[in-house]
């Protein structure tokens, strides 16, 4: 046999490694934008059924309630930079998107982790395709302050 060998091709795709947290809230927001579930029920549950430590309890705490709290404007500024319209959106993206938002423009979350880990956890529950649209819109959103996408319109284009 003479066969010339071909090195072996090297896989560079990693699986995906979401953060146990972030994926937890996504679970739970899923349930509770699409199912109806009640998050005053579901999140308390989940936690005292982990071993989480306080700390990262109270991060979920806070992604939770927040996003659905402010999931309107999350999606007011995501409506924005869409390329096609926000209510046709698959809704697993919009709650990742969501969960994206909240962590740039309501909590502490640096902003490359907030695209990096929330990218990570789209590459796991949506696939690769629908987590580089994510990824692109949360680059766009992060291109921003909150100020400036709440701004009116009007404003925007009347300063001098």
Not at 29 to 36: I, T, W
Not at 40 to 67: C, H, I, M, V, W
Not at 107 to 113: E, I
């Amino acid at each position: 046999m003479n066969e010339k060998s071909t090195p072996a091709r090297r896989n560079t795709f990693k699986s995906p490694k979401p953060d146990p947290i972030r994926l937890l809230v996504f679970d739970i927001l899923q349930e509770v934008n699409q199912r109806g579930g009640y998050s005053n029920l579901l999140l308390p549950s989940a936690l005292n059924d982990s071993k989480y430590e306080q700390r990262d309890k109270g991060f979920a705490t806070e992604l939770l309630y927040g996003t659905l709290r402010m999931q309107g404007r999350h999606d007011y500024i995501a409506a924005q930079i869409s390329d096609r319209p926000w209510g046709e959106v698959d809704n697993g993206i919009v709650d990742v998107i969501r969960l994206g938002a909240h962590q740039l423009f309501e909590m502490r979350v640096a902003t490359h982790a907030a695209v990096s880990e929330t990218v990570e956890l789209a590459r796991k529950v949506l696939g690769e395709s629908k987590a580089s649209f994510v990824n692109a819109m949360l680059r766009k959103m992060s291109a921003q302050t909150l100020d400036e996408w709440m701004e009116p319109v009007n404003v925007r284009h009347h300063r001098l």
